[in-house]
């Protein structure tokens, strides 16, 4: 697509505008589809169907559209118009006022049916921005209120579809064919931006590691991630449709993209980690503090047999004592059934069923070998809880004291100097003479798994790593918190 007006005299574009049950790709569906094919100055053919959305609609949306679900009970379903669709569809501009809900409901009914569709997408919102940034709103009864276009039935298919297409014959008359096939075009190549967004907004994201954050109107913290290409990272968040309602919900939410460099990779996941636990951003639901950290502790009970207790105390210092870090109870327990059934140890040993007289559940079908009763072997059953549990002992801490992980970046005269004790991130610092004075006393930190997992996996493996590590003297203690 190109500015010339020889283009635009040549494109179809299929002004497309549809109903559905609700606002989630995921589970919500398409209820009508209006669409009005418009090329050099007119309009060359028009398409509209109600659909059987397969699911009720509720009275909200029935009051909203005025689409009830006697309207759509003997409508065709979507694989039934799918194939007349997509040829209709072939070979034109998809047009759409807030295009990513549009596009985004209809490649996912075309996947839901195990088929892909793309088409070039542009989005009268963005174009309306481009072309009127003077003013601050573009939804559509704001259009059509500013430009003095024909009222429609708003939220029916083609009553949207006639709105948007007088907006963008106004825009024609108004601004030329020659300013408006050069935002066409602009829009069209550059990567596609939620419309809240200022247009500049990628250019202005640096090409290096560290985390970006999402902020919605008010400054309500969306989303927190991190990357080592912060603006590719970005784009790809709005390359095309989402996939999931909450894709959608933050793209239609967002506002405001803030970052935050870092000197490589390690920095970006802590720094990452670090702010979705302490600023608990509305969308990240991956690696929020545990509120009850489990770990499984083995100590001998009077009998001498090896007994496990679940810990929600888990001292950093004493990790070679403990078996796993679970978000919770629940999945401690989950995993205690599973070594349990797999090694034929005790339920009741295991603390997975109560104390009382007699044998285990277990041992009456025949899947433990008598500990509950005193009849096999202390030694024999020990031994063979040790070797159960192996794999889930946590790693201790393998330096005297702390270390601080230095990560440097070409074109950076700064690094990062990251400050680890007993898997925890205690500080970052940009200076080495600053590890001279620094002391962990007062420090406050937490221990989560998380930061255990990251920090075991770039410490251990840091062979295959750039990473360089200085070892500290032991200053003090950090005060530790437990999530």
């Not at 839901?112 to 542009?122: D, E, H, I, K, N």
């Amino acid at each position: 697509m190109t500015s010339k007006n020889s283009d635009l005299k040549l494109t179809t574009f299929a002004f497309l505008d549809i109903e559905t049950t609700g606002g989630s790709v995921s589970h919500d569906r398409i209820t009508e589809i209006g669409i009005r094919f418009w090329r050099a100055g007119e309009t060359v053919d028009e398409w509209q169907t109600l659909l059987n959305p397969g699911t009720r609609i509720s009275p909200f949306i029935e009051q909203l559209t005025g689409i009830s679900n006697a309207m759509v009970s003997d409508a065709p379903a979507f694989e039934d118009v799918a194939n007349t669709l997509e040829e209709k569809l072939r070979d034109t501009v998809f047009v759409a006022h807030n295009a990513r809900f549009d596009y985004g409901f209809i490649k996912s009914e075309f996947r839901r049916l195990g088929r892909l569709f793309s088409a070039p997408v542009l989005c009268t919102v963005k174009l309306s921005r481009r072309l009127y940034p003077e003013f601050r709103r573009h939804n559509m009864d704001a259009l059509i209120e500013r430009h003095g276009l024909e009222q429609v039935q708003r939220h029916r298919a083609m009553g949207d579809v006639s709105a948007m297409l007088a907006f963008f014959t106004h825009a024609l008359a108004q601004k030329g064919h020659e300013q408006t096939g050069e935002a066409i075009a602009a829009l069209m190549q550059r990567p596609s931006i939620p419309s809240h967004l200022p247009l500049d907004t990628l250019n202005n994201l640096p090409r290096a590691p560290g985390v970006y954050r999402f902020y919605g109107e008010s400054d309500v913290l969306l989303y927190v991630g991190k990357s080592t290409n912060i603006a590719q990272r970005v784009a790809s968040h709005f390359s095309g449709d989402h996939n999931t309602s909450r894709g959608l919900r933050i793209s239609e939410s967002l506002r405001r993209v803030e970052c935050t460099e870092t000197a490589g990779e390690l920095g970006a996941l802590l720094l990452e980690l670090q702010q979705i636990k302490t600023l608990s951003p509305l969308f990240n639901r991956r690696s929020r503090a545990a509120k009850n950290l489990v770990s499984i502790e083995l100590a001998l009970n009077d009998s001498g047999y090896l007994q496990a207790r679940l810990v929600r105390e888990v001292e950093p210092h004493r990790l070679g004592y403990y078996f796993g870090l679970f978000r919770s109870k629940r999945d401690a327990e989950r995993a205690l059934s599973g070594i349990a059934a797999k090694n034929e140890l005790c339920n009741r040993l295991l603390g997975l069923e109560p104390e009382h007289e007699g044998p285990c559940f277990q041992r009456a079908l025949g899947r433990c070998k008598g500990a509950c009763e005193g009849t096999e072997n202390v030694a024999r059953y020990n031994l063979r809880v040790q070797i159960a549990f192996h794999e889930l002992r946590l790693r201790t801490w393998p330096w005297p004291g702390p270390v601080a992980i230095v990560e440097r970046r070409e074109g950076r005269n700064q690094p990062d100097i990251l400050v680890v004790y007993n898997w925890m991130h205690v500080a970052t610092l940009h200076d080495e003479n600053e590890l001279h004075e620094l002391s962990l006393r007062g420090q406050s930190v937490t221990f989560d798994l998380d930061s255990y997992k990251l920090l075991v996996k770039a410490l251990m493996g840091r062979t295959e790593t750039a990473h360089s590590i200085i070892e500290l003297p032991a200053v003090g203690e950090p005060d530790v918190l437990m999530p």
